[in-house]
């Protein structure tokens, strides 16, 4: 699977991908990998990264490579 993946209209990395889902830097994150979903929002394709915000705490998140959709598995 390609590193880099266009979100939004921009090349991404893993890490900026983690970041925009995450509001803010990251410590690490996972390649970048397609959910088996499509957006709720807009039908559009579903991006998956694993990452870490925090040294004590790991996050999957997705992020809809179309819009500003995303969620994460944090438990509320």
Do not use: H
């Not at 590193?3 to 690490?28: H, K, S, W, Y």
């Not at 807009?42 to 991006?47: E, P, R």
Request: charged share 35%; with cysteine; glycine share 10%.
């Amino acid at each position: 699977m390609a590193e880099n993946r266009v979100v939004e209209g921009r090349m991404v990395t893993p890490n900026r991908l983690a970041e925009l889902i995450e509001g803010e830097d990251v410590m690490d994150a996972e390649p970048i990998v397609d959910a088996d979903r499509d957006c709720p929002d807009c039908g559009g394709d579903v991006l998956e990264v694993g990452y870490m915000p925090s040294i004590a705490e790991f996050v999957t998140g997705q992020k809809c490579q179309e819009c500003g959709w995303s969620e994460t598995d944090r438990e509320e």
